[in-house]
């Protein structure tokens, strides 16, 4: 494999421990069972691209979210933390809205509360042609609710599915 081709696949996993939340040894495991032409160095350089992606995670939020080692050891064991629980763990500045989050920002980094705020969605490709919901729409025409109310559902999970991974921002309830 080539380099490329490495980053490639270290992509492939951590998209993996992202969307299906596994641990990385296990999803590493079964890239290699889906990759059978991998090499034993080629699986060991895709392992330490994901390794040093954690690495360079931990580093981050260690510095941004100012923690010690003994803070940061109780935050990257594979737990997922409601707001509350992230509060005094320190992952979380203030919990709740729009509002909260304007007046934290003015508080804390001294941005006017004026500044307009800009509600922004990643949209996937097809989310963006709007392919899904015109399939739903024709399926519903023709009398296909079921098959309908399937891409209507997926729609809705891609439209739900946030923001997540090794980049994080306001993701405040909605309170309008």
Do not use: C
Not at 28 to 38: T, V
Not at 43 to 70: C, G, M, N, P, Q
Not at 72 to 85: I, N
Not at 130 to 157: I, K, N, S
């Amino acid at each position: 494999m080539t380099p490329a081709a490495h980053v490639s696949a270290a992509i492939e996993v951590l998209d993996a421990l992202a969307q299906r939340r596994r641990p990385a040894a296990d999803a590493l495991k079964d890239w290699g069972a889906s990759h059978r032409f991998a090499g034993s160095k080629d699986r060991a350089a895709i392992a330490s691209l994901v390794a040093d992606s954690y690495t360079w995670f931990k580093e981050l939020v260690r510095d941004r979210r100012k923690l010690d080692d003994a803070e940061l050891a109780k935050v990257t064991d594979g737990r997922v933390f409601t707001a509350r629980q992230g509060l005094p763990l320190k992952l979380v500045d203030v919990i709740g809205g729009e509002r909260e989050a304007i007046a934290w920002l003015e508080t804390n980094k001294k941005l006017d509360k004026d500044l307009p705020v800009r509600d922004w969605k990643k949209k996937t490709s097809i989310e963006r042609l709007g392919l899904v919901e015109g399939a739903a729409g024709v399926a519903r025409a023709f009398g296909l609710d079921a098959a309908a109310g399937l891409l209507e559902q997926a729609a809705g999970a891609e439209r739900s599915a946030g923001l997540d991974g090794l980049l994080a921002i306001w993701q405040g309830s909605d309170t309008r």
